[in-house]
């Protein structure tokens, strides 16, 4: 079975300019979940969304939206990038519930990078 | 305000037990605690959880003492392919927006 799969690997954006992140979970999972992974720090929880609702948001600006489509995918959006957005950005599956209390299975990670 | 601390790095040998800590102030009675082990340009990759007293899988041990204000991943007989950041991850309360990920420790495993 295929793991959690993320789109683009790598992204080059401009300060100002919108960016759109994409993730496939595991089969079977309703659960997605996304991280901020800024170098030589931990993740950081932004988003989680199950069953096409969101469930729980960390602590980031209004610029940071994100939707569970019927399939259980996701997509991240980020608008109006800053340079401080520059980050690894993890999404993460589970079969259920509250993320944290379940076990979570990360894809790559989508390298943004922002001039 | 819930934090969630470890060392920075630790250093071990091959074939050692290696027990990383994490303390997590403020954590409630039914918060649970994960380890996450990462390599580079990797995702995190689930290793062990629990709640209280101890928990025992096939790669690792989690200790968890009475008053819950911090925890130890015990990782038993280390080979150099265990070089890698290790998270402990906590839900503060069972509210998602206090899902606060450690610090990280940096574990070096030697020949």
């Known amino acids: 079975d295929a793991g959690v799969t993320q789109s683009p690997t790598h992204l080059i954006k401009t300060r100002g300019q919108h960016v759109t992140l994409r993730c496939s979970p595991i089969?079977?999972?309703?659960?997605v979940s996304w991280y901020q992974q800024v170098l030589g720090q931990g993740p950081q929880f932004i988003f989680q969304?199950?069953?096409?609702?969101?469930?729980g948001r960390g602590n980031f600006p209004d610029r940071f939206s994100a939707r569970q489509f019927p399939n259980y995918s996701s997509e991240l959006n980020v608008n109006a990038l800053l340079l401080g957005d520059s980050a690894l950005y993890l999404c993460?599956?589970?079969?259920?519930?509250?993320?944290?209390?379940?076990?979570?299975?990360f894809g790559p990670g989508t390298r943004l990078t922002v001039l | 305000l819930a934090k969630t601390t470890q060392p920075i790095s630790m250093d071990s040998y091959e074939g050692q037990e290696v027990n990383i800590t994490c303390s997590h102030n403020?954590?409630?009675?039914?918060?649970?605690i994960t380890w996450y082990q990462q390599f580079p340009s990797q995702g995190p990759r689930f290793i062990i959880q629990?709640?209280?007293t101890k928990v025992t899988n096939e790669v690792a041990s989690l200790f968890i003492p009475a008053d819950r204000k911090s925890s130890t991943l015990s990782l038993p007989r280390v080979s150099l392919s265990d070089t890698a950041v290790y998270y402990c991850?906590?839900?503060?309360?069972?509210?998602?927006?206090?899902?606060?990920f450690g610090t990280g420790t940096l574990l070096a495993v030697q020949p």
């Open positions: 993460a599956s589970a079969t259920r519930g509250l993320a944290g209390y379940n076990e979570q299975f």
């Open positions: 089969s079977g999972h309703k659960s």
């Open positions: 969304y199950y069953e096409k609702e969101e469930r």
């Open positions: 403020n954590i409630a009675t039914n918060d649970y």
């Open positions: 629990g709640y209280k």
């Open positions: 991850l906590v839900v503060y309360g069972g509210a998602t927006n206090k899902l606060i």
